[in-house]
């Protein structure tokens, strides 16, 4: 039973235009939420979290959403660039709880076109 | 060498063979994790270790057996693995997964290919 949800597996966005990746998670003990990036051949790389006492974050172009009340949190990128293609990953975790780890989503593939 | 190191990148090997997979992590950390990605499945935690010992073993097969001689190193010692086992097997570490916000830094992975 998948705790954290990606249910979109691809995307694709105009480059300039807003990139939007959802994830959902059903364990309501968990408190902090992060997004991972990972291109081929590289191992995942830490973009943007939040924690469950606020409902956004904002890292210049990267803005994280969280619905605790939907158990749903979001990605926007904008202006989302060709650089940005590329797999990107939710992941929650319950602070306290199995020592801090974290529960990855399938992913989701951001393709940026030109 | 900074970050998170892992080697080989590549490794091929037989079901009776017997290899390691190394990673070094350069951030300072207290704990190392192994993870398991395959096609189209979420990245799926094996083993934690917090300041050298094992704190988590994620009902991994005996055929995977860890070891992490100090809090900057992790190895992963394999054996008589099987076809389903091929994968790409990530390293991360943080600098405490106990009791607070746990960012964790991935090394670049070793694609496992069991024949």
């Known amino acids: 039973d998948q705790q954290v949800k990606q249910n979109s597996p691809s995307l694709s966005v105009q480059e300039g235009r807003i990139s939007i990746l959802n994830c959902d998670y059903t364990n309501s003990m968990f408190d902090y939420f992060l997004w991972y990036k990972k291109y081929p051949a590289e191992g995942p790389t830490f973009l943007i979290s939040i924690s469950s006492i606020k409902d956004k974050n904002e890292d210049g172009r990267f803005t994280v959403f969280l619905n605790k009340s939907a158990k749903h949190l979001s990605l926007h990128i904008v202006p989302s660039q060709p650089g940005d293609s590329a797999v990107y990953f939710c992941a929650a975790s319950a602070r306290g709880g199995s020592q801090g780890n974290l529960i990855f989503g399938k992913g989701t593939k951001l393709s940026v076109k030109p | 060498e900074t970050g998170v190191t892992q080697t080989p990148r590549h490794l091929v090997m037989g079901m009776t063979n017997k290899k390691s997979l190394k990673c070094e992590q350069h951030l300072g950390h207290n704990a190392m994790y192994w993870y398991k990605q395959s096609a189209k499945k979420p990245l799926e935690l094996m083993f934690v270790?917090?300041?050298?010992?094992?704190?988590e073993n994620n009902s991994v097969p005996s055929r995977f057996s860890p070891e992490c001689p100090n809090s900057s190193h992790l190895f992963l010692h394999l054996h008589t693995l099987q076809p389903e086992d091929s994968a790409l097997y990530l390293c991360a570490s943080s600098q405490d997964p106990a009791g607070s916000y746990n960012e964790q830094f991935f090394g670049p992975g070793t694609r496992l290919t069991v024949l």
């Open positions: 270790y917090n300041f050298k010992e094992q704190t």
